[in-house]
């Protein structure tokens, strides 16, 4: 008994000292709160706290990621979305919870239903088609994400059955639907860009990381079409410094919600570990540099792979970029709704390149990212008419592309490179300076 009371023992303070230890600070910095992590290092612990930050959709300003032996220290400068610090306690006890708790998962209610995953060619008109399918199937969409990226789609959708609101269980059933989808998503496309969908009760990834894993596995970074040239505001460089055995990788582009979770999410599943890192934003661009290895502890060994790198971090950048004109949609929820308004869209020429869906409390809440048929900014005119005939009320527009989104500038990319080569050297002494590196690392 008493062996038995000396383990249980043992077991807890090994628990204690496993535990990622959060000391959440707003008096230290003026603009931000300070968010400190003291975790064991391990695979994927990084993204984990990253992921509960964005999921609350806070802003990160700045962040100081060091590994020293087998513990990490990160600490994160964070705002909400409108630059204030977080004074709301319950916010802060949940960041300390969860992070506490190694909390994994976005805030989505996924008991009691279906997910299904779908990717494959992007054309015109082919989420109306898609919830089409599924309204004739008799199937309620609850919860949706797609992304459009470099020619392909791939999308989350979270379905239950109209009827009895219960999940789509019968094999038969969850046949058909693959069948039918697999039919739409295919089109005319050939055999190579054949359409890949899979549906599952049980799925708990987080969707937005699942986003990227599918868009990856599709090969995204690298079909590029005459019109989508690699982009003028995203610049990766990726250097090796022998002396450490680090591969030193450089991220310059426009600040934006959720980036640092985007390359965080892309290092961690090309399997690289993050030993130092440093985040800066200053206005609208964002500064970010990463010391990484491979799992096994070496830096990247090929020009390929140097190569590889550099395209999905720049397709991990650009996939959760806004292109065109945001529409959020509030309408009491129903059958068929997602049917009738991207059709509505569909037949007045206007292309959907990302969407949002969230029904909660029988209220839909769905936002679309749209533009012309050509890719390009869709004319007000034609916003205001198909708004006209949803409903002026019920679909506003939330935001219009900026100057910066439409237009890349030759100059300031050179400028760009050549401030990040400079930034290693300035980054590092910024980690000594911290105490976030210590000489024998």
Not at 21 to 28: A, E, H, K, L, P
Not at 53 to 71: F, M, P, Q
Not at 98 to 104: D, K, P
Request: proline share 2%; charged share 25%; with cysteine.
């Amino acid at each position: 008994m008493a062996m038995k009371g000396y383990l249980d023992e043992y077991e807890k303070l090994v628990i204690r000292m496993n535990t990622p230890r959060v000391v959440i600070d707003n008096g230290v910095c003026s603009s931000a709160t300070i968010v400190k992590v003291d975790s064991p290092r391990g695979h994927g612990i990084l993204l984990e706290a990253v992921q509960i930050l964005t999921d609350l959709n806070l802003s990160i300003k700045k962040a100081y990621i060091s590994s020293d032996g087998r513990w990490n220290m990160d600490v994160f400068h964070v705002t909400d979305l409108n630059g204030n610090k977080l004074n709301d306690q319950s916010v802060l006890r949940y960041i300390e919870q969860s992070i506490e708790t190694v909390y994994y998962g976005e805030n989505i209610e996924v008991n009691g239903l279906t997910a299904l995953e779908l990717t494959g060619t992007d054309r015109i008109g082919l989420l109306s088609e898609m919830f089409a399918v599924l309204s004739d199937l008799n199937c309620d969409v609850v919860d949706a994400k797609l992304w459009t990226h470099n020619g392909r789609v791939a999308s989350m959708i979270y379905l239950k059955d109209c009827n009895s609101g219960s999940p789509i269980l019968d094999s038969h059933r969850i046949s058909k639907i693959e069948g039918r989808l697999k039919n739409v998503l295919n089109g005319d496309s050939d055999v190579t860009s054949a359409a890949k969908t899979c549906v599952s009760v049980d799925m708990m990834t987080h969707i937005e990381r699942r986003l990227h894993q599918l868009m990856f596995e599709d090969r995204d970074y690298e079909k590029r079409s005459k019109k989508q040239e690699r982009s003028p505001m995203v610049v990766v460089t990726v250097q090796n410094w022998a002396e450490r055995g680090y591969s030193v990788v450089n991220v310059h582009c426009s600040d934006r919600t959720k980036l640092l979770f985007d390359v965080v999410c892309t290092l961690t599943d090309m399997e690289y570990a993050v030993f130092h890192a440093t985040i800066n934003t200053s206005e609208d661009q964002a500064h970010l540099e990463f010391y990484i290895r491979h799992k096994d502890g070496s830096p990247i060994s090929s020009e390929a792979e140097r190569q590889r790198v550099i395209q999905c971090l720049e397709a991990a950048v650009e996939r959760r970029t806004s292109e065109g004109v945001r529409l959020e949609l509030r309408h009491p929820d129903k059958q068929g709704l997602l049917a009738e308004v991207t059709r509505t869209f569909r037949e007045n020429g206007l292309n959907v390149t990302r969407t949002e869906i969230s029904t909660s409390c029988g209220m839909a809440t769905n936002i679309f990212y749209v533009t012309n048929a050509n890719g390009d900014e869709a004319d007000s005119k034609l916003i205001e008419s198909v708004r006209e005939k949803i409903g002026l009320e019920c679909l506003r527009v939330k935001e219009m592309p900026s100057v910066n989104q439409r237009k890349g500038n030759g100059e300031e990319n050179q400028q760009t490179k050549a401030v990040l080569v400079s930034l290693g050297s300035l980054v590092w002494r910024n980690l000594f300076s911290f105490g976030l590196v210590k000489s024998c690392s």
